[in-house]
């Protein structure tokens, strides 16, 4: 089965459809023609905050957007912690806008799992639980398609989770004097009918940015910090059978502009084992290959 908690990163979100979002078309483009002449952005418009969310999470042009988040993931049995592994994500994706105000991506991500300690890339991991050595798989997903929607996304067939149950949905903008927060929330799990393994999957992922980007009709996208936390089932590679417990993850981010703007190591990673994601991104994501 591929592993829901690789697919989830992949798509970058999950969500269910809003009734009654293609009605609100001429809403959208009042709230487009508004930015361009430079009114501020009201954050409680759904219109507004759409447009909040496509400019810190991607961007209102088609151009490459990318990102990453860098971090730890530990182990959670009898609520007590036990550091396991880190781990180190980029994502790609670029998106258009649709007739209805809604924005359609293409997404893929290149993650990798590193040593706790050294930060080096790791291919075998000894299982603190089990006391077993384990194989690590390196992580490319995608490309997905996704629908974003004031209320959260919409993921195409494409996703590789079939027969999941997803919710995604984005918490109302907080504002503090000139900073702003988004919260990206997404679950996903296996349906009590579901034939395989049981698995979970809870990501609270946080966007900030400020009021002064968001409101300069010149920037299309926005300086954007990322922190994400995820609640996880064991990973299928890790080999923990029906042991209790789960993953606790923790990492840090940014949206970056240029592939020289990824960490150095994930650079250098993706060049070895991903040539043609270091060579051109676009083209996956235009469903091209090399």
Same mark, same amino acid.
């Given at each position: 089965?591929?592993?829901?908690?690789?697919?989830?990163?992949?798509?970058?979100?999950?969500?269910?459809?809003?009734?009654?979002?293609?009605?609100?078309?001429?809403?959208?483009?009042?709230?487009?023609?508004?930015?361009?002449?430079?009114?501020?952005?009201?954050?409680?418009?759904?219109?507004?905050?759409?447009?909040?969310?496509?400019?810190?999470?991607?961007?209102?042009?088609?151009?490459?957007?990318?990102?990453? #988040?860098?971090?730890?993931?530990? &182990?959670?049995?009898?609520?007590? =912690? @036990? !550091?396991?592994?880190?781990?180190? +994500? /980029?994502?790609?994706?670029?998106?258009?806008?649709?007739?209805?105000?809604?924005?359609?991506?293409?997404?893929?991500?290149?993650?990798?799992?590193?040593?706790?300690?050294?930060?080096?890339?790791?291919?075998?991991?000894?299982?603190?639980?089990?006391?077993?050595?384990?194989? #690590?798989?390196?992580?490319?997903? &995608?490309?997905?398609?996704?629908? =974003? @929607? !004031?209320?959260?996304?919409?993921? +195409? /067939?494409?996703?590789?989770?079939?027969?999941?149950?997803?919710?995604?949905?984005?918490?109302?903008?907080?504002?503090?004097?000139?900073?702003?927060?988004?919260?990206?929330?997404?679950?996903?799990?296996?349906?009590?009918?579901?034939?395989?393994?049981?698995?979970?999957?809870?990501?609270?992922?946080?966007?900030?940015?400020?009021?002064?980007?968001?409101?300069? !009709?010149?920037?299309?996208?926005?300086?954007?910090?990322?922190?994400?936390?995820?609640?996880?089932?064991?990973?299928?590679?890790?080999?923990?059978?029906?042991?209790?417990?789960?993953?606790?993850?923790?990492?840090?981010?940014?949206?970056?502009?240029?592939?020289?703007?990824?960490?150095?190591?994930?650079?250098?990673?993706?060049?070895?084992?991903?040539?043609?994601?270091?060579?051109?991104?676009?083209?996956?994501?235009?469903?091209?290959?090399?």
């Amino acid at each position: 089965m591929t592993d829901p908690s690789t697919s989830r990163r992949s798509v970058i979100g999950f969500g269910t459809l809003a009734l009654g979002l293609p009605l609100l078309g001429s809403t959208f483009s009042s709230a487009a023609q508004a930015q361009t002449k430079g009114k501020s952005l009201d954050l409680s418009n759904k219109a507004d905050f759409l447009t909040a969310v496509q400019k810190m999470r991607g961007a209102l042009d088609e151009r490459i957007c990318m990102g990453y #988040v860098k971090g730890l993931y530990y &182990g959670v049995v009898d609520a007590k =912690i @036990t !550091p396991l592994y880190g781990v180190l +994500g /980029g994502t790609f994706s670029r998106y258009k806008r649709l007739p209805n105000g809604n924005f359609e991506g293409r997404t893929f991500e290149v993650a990798y799992f590193t040593d706790w300690n050294t930060g080096q890339l790791m291919e075998t991991f000894n299982n603190p639980y089990t006391g077993e050595t384990v194989t #690590v798989p390196q992580t490319r997903m &995608g490309p997905s398609t996704v629908i =974003i @929607t !004031p209320e959260g996304l919409k993921i +195409g /067939g494409e996703s590789g989770l079939p027969g999941m149950s997803v919710t995604h949905r984005f918490l109302p903008a907080r504002v503090v004097n000139n900073d702003v927060w988004i919260v990206d929330e997404s679950v996903v799990s296996t349906p009590p009918d579901f034939k395989g393994p049981k698995f979970s999957y809870n990501e609270v992922t946080t966007l900030q940015t400020t009021l002064t980007e968001l409101n300069d !009709p010149k920037l299309l996208q926005t300086a954007t910090h990322v922190h994400f936390n995820g609640v996880v089932s064991w990973r299928p590679w890790l080999k923990m059978g029906d042991r209790p417990g789960h993953l606790l993850g923790n990492a840090a981010g940014r949206r970056v502009s240029k592939m020289t703007d990824y960490p150095a190591e994930y650079q250098e990673w993706t060049k070895k084992y991903y040539a043609d994601v270091w060579a051109n991104p676009g083209a996956i994501l235009d469903g091209k290959k090399g």
